[in-house]
């Protein structure tokens, strides 16, 4: 089943003359497991569909389904508890805060949902350990290089246990090698521990890595590409572009 | 490139056969699956090198089975070979299958520009996402060559990409421009008046 319905979303900013179309008919859906990529010009819409999504903001027409929940029908109040227990969002400029260390930073969505202190800590050493920073916890934003920042995020994210990540730009602000190691966990987020993935991207190198890329343009879905499962990695590509480098 | 200066370099670093410089190239960019030679290319080169005079026969290696021909380097081999590694390598871009296809698919009623450039962006990627794969399943101790390697693919691939969206974008202004098209010459000798104006 999928995790993520959204049937016919169009976002209007704005009304009569001044009004623009930021979304028009835009409809995806995205199973447990799977890592789906969104590219497109500036302005094609690609941040808003994220937060149409993530129940940041709200559909002018059309519906969102979150795991069966239909967002449509929830009051502010029960938004903001669905987004905290059901979507971890994974942000370009990492919103850690300074002054806690990565595991207090990690445990900080589930303390905030009333889980006891010590059992968030606990599920916070859990999840760093996992995205390999079981040897950083007490260290603070500062003394982390930017990808290990963002493994923080991404154990932030999946703390509460969610159904679905949103990542908006997550390797923006990393370098190549860095951006490399955070699009690898995010797929092993979908893909070994079941998550729906959405990640907006405008890097190429990094939207390889998703089973689906979704190109938007002008507020609407202009194309889709499935890509091959990674066991099949196909040499005769690599020959085919060798020869074209090289004749 | 040619195999031909890949050939000079590997009989540098001592004499060999050609079913040893097939495997020796191979091994290099990462196996037969990255870069396939035909032993028909590898002797055929050889035969080239050695008439051009930058290859000789030195002596016939004979392991129980039949006589092979064991090549080295001459000295006018071993002069190209430094050539070859001091001069820059140009790569032929310009010479662009896509390229010649988008332009062509401008004027055809039966086809549309945006999605000959889909078609390729999915191409790509599909690309790009086994490089990455191939990528990341290579060990960095022991495979590092291939690596680079393979990011050079990568970043290839990247760059054309990145092309695709920047012709895409520009469409339009490509379309309102003439076809690149051959001049015009006229035919046979020049009439006796044009000479007038010269």
Redesign the interface.
């Known amino acids: 089943m999928s995790l993520i319905i959204a049937n016919n979303l169009t976002k209007i900013y704005g009304s009569g003359a001044t009004a623009v179309t930021a979304l028009k008919d835009v409809s995806l859906e995205v199973a447990a497991g799977e890592f789906v990529a969104v590219m497109g ?1 500036s302005g094609c819409g690609k941040s808003t569909l994220l937060h149409l999504l993530g129940g940041l903001d709200r559909p002018t027409q059309g519906s969102v389904t979150l795991d069966g929940h239909h967002l449509a029908e929830l009051d502010d109040d029960r938004l903001t508890e669905l987004r905290r227990r059901k979507i971890g969002f994974v942000f370009q400029f990492f919103n850690l805060i300074p002054v806690l260390s990565a595991e207090e930073n990690a445990a900080l969505p589930v303390i905030l949902d009333r889980v006891r202190p010590s059992e968030a800590r606990a599920r916070a050493r859990e999840w760093l350990a996992k995205v390999g920073l079981g040897d950083r916890l007490a260290h603070r934003p500062d003394q982390l290089s930017g990808g290990e920042q963002q493994r923080v995020a991404i154990a932030r994210a999946l703390v509460a246990e969610p159904a679905v990540v949103l990542a908006d730009e997550p390797t923006g602000n990393l370098d190549t090698r860095a951006s ?1 190691e955070i699009a ?1 966990l995010l797929r092993q987020v979908a893909n070994e521990w079941g998550r729906a993935v959405v990640m907006v991207t405008h890097d ?2 990094i ?3 998703a089973d689906r ?1 979704v ?1 938007l343009k002008d507020g609407a879905i ?2 889709e ?1 499935v ?2 499962p ?13 020869r074209l ?3 | ?1 040619s195999v031909r200066n890949a050939i000079l370099g590997l009989l540098a670093q001592r004499p060999r056969h050609g079913y040893e410089l097939r495997l020796a190239f191979e091994a290099l ?1 990462g ?1 037969e ?4 030679v035909k032993p028909a290319q590898i002797y055929t080169t050889l035969a080239r090198l050695e008439e051009a005079g930058l290859v000789r026969q030195a002596s016939a290696a004979q392991e129980g089975g039949p006589e092979k021909r064991v090549y080295a380097l001459t000295p006018l081999g071993e002069a190209e070979l430094a050539d070859w590694f001091e001069t820059g390598l140009s ?2 871009h310009q ?1 662009d299958e896509f390229f010649i296809k988008l332009m062509l698919s401008l004027e055809n009623p039966n086809a549309n520009p945006y999605r000959v450039i ?1 078609a390729q ?2 191409r790509l ?10 990528r ?2 290579a060990n960095p101790r022991r495979e590092l060559a291939q690596i680079f390697l ?1 990011d ?3 970043m ?3 760059a054309d ?2 092309w695709l ?1 920047m012709i895409e ?1 520009r469409l339009d202004e490509i379309r309102r421009q003439p076809m690149p098209a051959p001049e015009v010459k006229p035919r046979g000798r020049p009439r006796k008046e044009d000479s007038h104006h010269e």
């Open positions: 010009p490399d690898s190429p190198r939207a390889a890595y890329i190109f202009a194309d590409t890509l091959e990674k066991s099949q990695g196909n040499a005769g590509m690599v020959a085919d572009k060798m480098m090289t004749t | 490139m960019v196996g699956a990255v870069w396939e790569e032929a010479r889909q962006r999915s990627y599909q690309e790009l996402h086994a490089q990455t794969a191939l990341n399943q393979l050079k693919v990568i290839h691939l990247e990409l990145r969206d974008g």
